[in-house]
């Protein structure tokens, strides 16, 4: 066993990113510190140290537990990394998937007619009392 291993390796081969090429890019785009410190995707990481990944709209937190660089099962993941993700970090996403209808994401068109009446329920009754108002903005 290794004693300290490539962050973007450590990063694709503990499964926190699909391919190791992403896990470069998001460490190139600043989405990954170590200690609180942004890092290169040649990074150095050790045990015992914390990983944060910022994957919007949460920061998920690792303390590393093995430094490897090849990929291993699903069933190896816990001993590989322990999760220390704070739990309003979770609580944030959980609120985003309560209201992520309200959120459209850019390219996937018009809401249904059940995402529509969804986020007409949502704002409606923050609109109420706007029917009072005429076009010369007199009561």
Known sequence: ????????????????????SIAADACKNGRVTVG?????????VKVGETVSVRKPPI???????????????AKLIPQVYENVTTPDQYELLE???????????????????????????FIGPSLEGFDDWDDDGDY
Request: hydrophobic letters at 35%; zero cysteines.
């Open 95 to 121: 609120m985003t998937r309560i209201s992520g209808f309200v959120d459209r994401a850019r390219g996937t068109g018009r809401p249904t007619k059940k995402e529509r009446r969804s986020l007409d329920a």
């Open 36 to 44: 609180g410190t942004n890092v290169k995707p040649s990074r150095m």
């Open 59 to 73: 920061t998920y937190s690792f303390k590393i537990l093995q430094a490897i660089e090849q990929r291993v099962g």
């Open 1 to 20: 066993m290794a004693e300290e291993a490539r962050i973007d390796k450590w990063l694709w081969a503990a499964r926190i990113f699909k391919t190791r």
